[in-house]
């Protein structure tokens, strides 16, 4: 009785999510994570063809998904993302904020990797914080109201083991190549996630809204074999993670089996931080 009763904290039965970033690498994952516990996901993205499909390959699981289309950095946006959820199912209780600019996976930031500290674009700094940090405050914002409404509910942070920790700039390096950089943005922006996720929580101490981050280590995703050689190298399990190695930790803060943590920080990295 006892395994059953722990087991059935995992349950997402009759809860409802909302994704940001619900279309990436991770945030996909999540979102079937979320659907696989039997709660009702909005899977929210900007690019609004990624979107459907992600929810369109969660039929025939438990929870129902849909896809929002999402722009972090618009106020609006942000609060119809949160409405149309609510409209569809009800309520709102957990939002992962999972969108967020890197410079391997984000068209707009192609090529940044080659800027040096000195020459580094204040537009693109400017871009970053937008996203990383005041979409998250946006969606953030928009879903407490909504939460404090109903009664409570769990914000989920994605952070990085670089808002931990300084980038090992020597893993990118390449023979014969020009210098390449993890960009200034991204450990600024992923410590930032700390910082607002710790406020948060004490904020809504007595609320029944916990908040909570999650920093994954790095995920592999057809990296070259000189860096996944080079990354692998620095953890101490010796390799990269795999990109469905973060959705027990996700579940885990989502669910009633964290029910007692908040302003915490799980950190799923492979023991690169442990070094």
């Known amino acids: 009785m006892a395994i059953d ?20 690498l991770l945030g996909a994952e999540f979102c079937r994570t979320l659907a696989e516990a039997g709660a009702s996901v909005g899977v929210a993205d900007l690019a609004g063809d990624r ?14 998904a849909r896809p929002v289309g999402l722009d972090v ?25 999972s969108a967020a600019l890197d410079p391997k996976f984000d068209p707009s930031q192609v090529g940044r990797h080659t800027n040096a500290f000195e020459d580094y674009p204040l537009e693109a700094w400017n871009q970053a914080l937008a996203v990383n940090l005041t979409g998250m405050f946006l969606c953030s914002q928009a879903a407490a109201r909504q939460m404090l409404h109903q009664g ?31 960009p200034v943005y991204y450990s600024v922006t992923k410590a930032g996630v700390l910082g607002m996720t710790r406020y948060l929580a004490t904020y809504y ?17 057809e990296h070259d074999e000189t860096f996944e050689r080079n990354y692998s190298a620095r953890t101490v399990l010796g390799r990269m993670a795999r990109k469905e190695e973060m959705n027990g930790a996700l579940l885990f803060l989502a669910s009633e089996a964290s029910s007692y943590m908040t302003g915490a920080n799980l950190i799923v990295d492979g023991g690169w931080t442990a070094l």
């Open 205 to 221: 101490a007595g609320k029944s809204i916990r908040v909570n981050a999650l920093t994954p280590g790095g995920v592999y995703n």
């Open 152 to 182: 409570g509910g769990v914000i989920i942070n994605i952070c990085s083991t670089y808002g931990l920790v300084g980038p090992d700039q020597r893993i990118y390096e390449r023979p014969g190549q020009p210098a390449q950089f993890k």
């Open 51 to 64: 979107a459907p499909a992600v929810a369109a390959g969660l039929k025939g699981l438990p929870g129902i």
């Open 5 to 24: 009763g722990t087991l059935g904290k995992f349950s997402l039965n009759g809860r409802t999510a909302l994704v940001t970033g619900g279309a990436g």
């Open 73 to 97: 950095t618009r106020p609006e946006s942000v609060q119809s993302a949160v409405d149309d959820v609510v409209a569809a199912f009800g309520r709102l209780d957990i939002l992962v904020n």
